[in-house]
């Protein structure tokens, strides 16, 4: 069944990892509206009899807000980004180095990347 009611946590306070696994909640409930929508739509060609006009504008309208409630995981997952240590590492590098230091070691670096990838 549609539950409609139902809203979203407080997300600012959810870890990444939280967060992901809400986002696999909601797109499990989007499949299944989806299912019951297709279901009604199949019965419908098939007897020609409509599903109850007031369920399917609720299916239709907890559907959309499902997907709405995607969009704002996925936007607070895109600026939460995961940060990897060596990009960490670059950043804390050109803060504490001098920045002639500090560029003479990235252009051996790059220049090191260059010659594996052509090895």
Known sequence: MIDTKRTLPDLQSMTRQQLLEL??????????IKSQL??????????GEYANPDWFRRANSALRIKQMQIQKIQLLLSSRREISLPALFMSVC??????AVFSS????????LADEKTA
Do not use: F, G
């Not at 986002?23 to 299944?32: D, F, G, Q, S």
């Open 23 to 32: 986002k696999l909640l909601v797109n499990e409930e989007i499949n299944a």
């Open 38 to 47: 297709e279901a009604a739509k199949t019965t419908q060609h098939q007897t």
């Open 94 to 99: 050109e803060e504490k180095l001098d920045p």
């Open 105 to 112: 070691l990235k252009a051996q670096a790059v220049a090191r």
